[in-house]
Each structure stands twice: as structure tokens, then as C-alpha cells.
């Protein structure tokens, strides 16, 4: 009877002593999950503001140019708005103005959207 209770209490032992170690002795898979989506890398560098065919001194092109409200063209919210505020187009002609290429960099959305943004905005305007 003692030898049964001594074989039990060493196999518990060991059987302890390798749950504690299971990481040591067996080690997990290590899964490679490729690279890191896209909305948890670090942004790419924006490119320069995109600058209108002809574009009035920074002044003058602010008092000459009414705002429009951009937001108004379908597929340009809050975000799009802005990003294009701080490339310096504010208004229907500011848009239609500018070059679809470097809209298209500066925003980085594709060129097809840009030239259905103009079409909208020559509508409004």
C-alpha cells in the first residue's frame, strides 16, 4: 500500500513538474502572419500640397476664391474635405483646376475618383 501511494505521489510530481516546464520543454509554434495590415502601419509620407494650373498668390487666391463645400461631392467627407483644404483647394473651380495626377498622390486615392470628383463638381458649381 505504501508503494502505491509513493508511485502516485511521484507520477503527480512529475506530471507537475512537466506542466510547470511544458513551455520550456515544448515550445509553441511560431505562426508567421505575414506583414502587418495596412491600418496598423505607420503612414507614408504625404506628398507636397498640390498646386492649381494658376494659382494666384496665397493672399490673394484666399479672398478671390469663395469656399464651396466640398463635402457635397460624392465620396468626399470630413477627411478628403480637409486633406484638401491643406492642399489649397476650396472651392468647384479650385478642383476642376488642379491636376487629377497630383490630387490623386496627394490624397492617395485613385485618379478614376478624382475625375468623378470634377465631373460632380462641374455639375455644382
Known sequence: MKKSILLLAMGGLA????????????PAPQVDTGPAPAFRRSPAP?????????????AAAAAAQPEDDLRRIKGIGPVYDGRLHEAGIRSFSALIAADSQHIAAALDVAPEAVEDWKRQAAELS
Open 15 to 26: 506530471g507537475l513538474v512537466l506542466w510547470w516546464k511544458r513551455h520550456s520543454i515544448f
Open 46 to 58: 504625404r506628398p507636397a500640397p498640390v498646386a492649381t494650373e494658376a494659382e494666384p498668390p496665397a
